[in-house]
């Protein structure tokens, strides 16, 4: 068994996967520290809202920010 954050570093030691982006999530505030230095690239606390979620993936895609659409489109899903 391992944990997330020994995964991490397992990736990070790779040359092929250590670009790779990985944001942490947890519903812990401490483990913001731990993701960081552990290597993860972001952390984001759960409940996490989608459109932040989907912010921080545009981000590290280089793709441009939330249009008003998808912000439509990600109320639509949430108040399923």
């Given at each position: 068994d391992m944990d997330g954050l020994e995964f991490v570093s397992l990736l990070k030691e790779r040359p092929r996967?250590?670009?790779?982006?990985?944001?942490?999530?947890?519903?812990?505030?401490?483990?913001?520290?731990?993701?960081?230095?552990?290597?993860?690239?972001?952390?984001?606390q759960k409940p996490v809202r989608?459109?932040?979620?989907?912010?921080?993936?545009?981000?590290?895609?280089?793709?441009s920010p939330p249009t008003k659409e998808d912000k439509r489109r990600v109320a639509g899903l949430q108040s399923r």
């Open positions: 996967l250590e670009k790779i982006p990985i944001v942490a999530m947890s519903i812990f505030s401490y483990m913001k520290m731990a993701a960081i230095y552990g290597g993860c690239d972001d952390f984001l989608m459109i932040e979620l989907m912010t921080r993936i545009r981000h590290y895609l280089h793709a």
